[in-house]
């Protein structure tokens, strides 16, 4: 599978009527929909700390039924990277629960009051233990790159579809050509 092609500064995603500034933002917003997480994109800014989603998830614990955290995303895919921005971003001044999603599912933490402590976790970490959360990331990844691209100075729309298409045609003519020669 091929990576979403990369936006311009001037265009976005458009998923559910949000404007996303990178395909990875609206990947996460599918997964989230896909995992009955319920998103606010760019909600607000806490202290000193961007916002790139707030999500809230049933948990079913008697002392914290639901938790709501509020996420940043970073184009990192490396857990020890995400622990890293997390330690910078993280302040003692102000505390949240708070957290920093990567580019995949392994590469996420996220720091909650839970029951009676607090803890640092990973959605890998059995916080959605009764759903498939590989297959709905594989899911949502597929599907992010279908997701319609806008100029947002025009509101025009863009085809990335067919200009993806065109590169997957170009890689196959190659493929082929290297296996005739050989």
């Avoid at 607000?44 to 790139?52: A, C, L, N, S, T």
């Avoid at 691209?149 to 993806?164: A, C, M, Q």
Wanted: net charge negative.
């Amino acid at each position: 599978m091929l990576e979403p092609l990369d936006l311009n500064p001037d265009e976005c995603v458009v998923y559910k009527s949000t404007e996303f500034s990178s395909y990875l933002h609206a990947t996460w917003a599918l997964f989230f929909d896909s995992s009955e997480i319920e998103w606010i994109y760019q909600p607000k800014k806490v202290g000193p700390f961007h916002i790139d989603f707030e999500i809230t998830f049933y948990c079913g614990h008697s002392e914290c039924p639901f938790h709501t955290i509020y996420i940043r995303v970073l184009d990192c895919d490396h857990s020890g990277e995400v622990a890293l921005a997390y330690n910078l971003l993280t302040s003692d001044d102000v505390y949240l629960d708070y957290g920093i999603f990567g580019s995949n599912l392994e590469a996420t933490v996220f720091d909650i009051c839970h029951g009676h402590g607090c803890g640092q976790y990973g959605l890998t970490d059995n916080w959605l233990s009764n759903l498939p959360v590989d297959e709905l990331w594989e899911i949502a990844l597929q599907t992010t790159d279908r997701l319609p691209v806008k100029n947002i100075y025009s509101g025009e729309y863009i085809d990335k579809i067919e200009e993806r298409l065109e590169i997957e045609r170009f890689l196959l003519k190659e493929e082929l050509a290297m296996e005739l020669e050989a």
